[in-house]
């Protein structure tokens, strides 16, 4: 189930949404540097696991 950021900034106490965010920022940008679910490595890790 997807996260919206805003609504759960909006149900934190005030004086932590700002640094909520900033850390929902942080954790975003370095997703981007992760590999996707279609990465070849993965495809080849389920190819290796379904012949055990």
Do not use: G, T
């Not at 609504?7 to 932590?16: D, K, M």
């Not at 996707?36 to 290796?48: F, G, I, N, T, V």
């Amino acid at each position: 189930m997807p996260v919206v950021a805003e609504v759960v900034a909006r149900e934190q106490p005030e004086h932590l949404r700002e640094y909520f965010m900033e850390r929902v920022r942080y954790y975003r940008e370095q997703s981007i540097q992760l590999p996707r679910a279609s990465d070849p490595r993965y495809l080849e890790m389920a190819e290796q696991n379904a012949k055990k």
